[in-house]
């Protein structure tokens, strides 16, 4: 009698594919990748004011070759403009990421991005992290000793 096969862990990347996969696809996006990788594939100064929201795709008719769509941006309020007048750049830069002219226009949406809620962090206490590296004398290299109080300073829970 045969045992059943039984398939070790998988990642975890490919279990959440599936599932967002779907949820990209009701938002016109033909794969993650163009809201997983924005800031590579327009530039930091952009993806701070900006992000794509969906990707709206006009009616094919016939068996005509599909015409490009247009990209939603929710963008803050202030630098709308600013993100309206590189709007060139921005379609460039995307069409280059997909390698065809998939998006013709931009469609700006003034809302809070979603990525506001993250905190910055702050730096490590200059001085909790010289008491944490002066408790490691077995650290050899002293470029290493300070880094590893540094990082001891930045996870130590403050009092």
Not at 17 to 26: E, P, W
Not at 45 to 69: C, L, T
Not at 80 to 95: F, G
Request: aromatic share 6%; with cysteine.
């Amino acid at each position: 009698m045969n045992k059943p096969f039984k398939r070790g862990a998988r990642p975890l990347a490919e279990l959440l594919n599936a599932c967002l996969s779907d949820a990209f696809k009701q938002q016109g996006f033909a794969s993650a990748e163009l809201v997983t990788r924005w800031t590579e594939i327009v530039g930091p100064e952009i993806a701070a004011h900006a992000e794509p929201m969906k990707v709206q795709w006009p009616r094919a008719i016939g068996n005509d070759a599909p015409e490009p769509g247009t990209l939603v941006l929710r963008v803050d309020g202030p630098t709308a403009i600013e993100i309206q007048h590189s709007s060139n750049v921005i379609l460039e830069r995307v069409n280059r990421f997909f390698g065809w002219q998939a998006v013709n226009r931009l469609s700006l949406r003034q809302a809070p991005l979603s990525q506001r809620g993250k905190k910055p962090v702050k730096a490590p206490d200059p001085a909790a992290a010289a008491r944490i590296a002066a408790t490691l004398p077995e650290v050899a290299d002293d470029q290493l000793r300070e880094a590893l109080g540094r990082l001891g300073a930045a996870l130590k829970p403050k009092r």
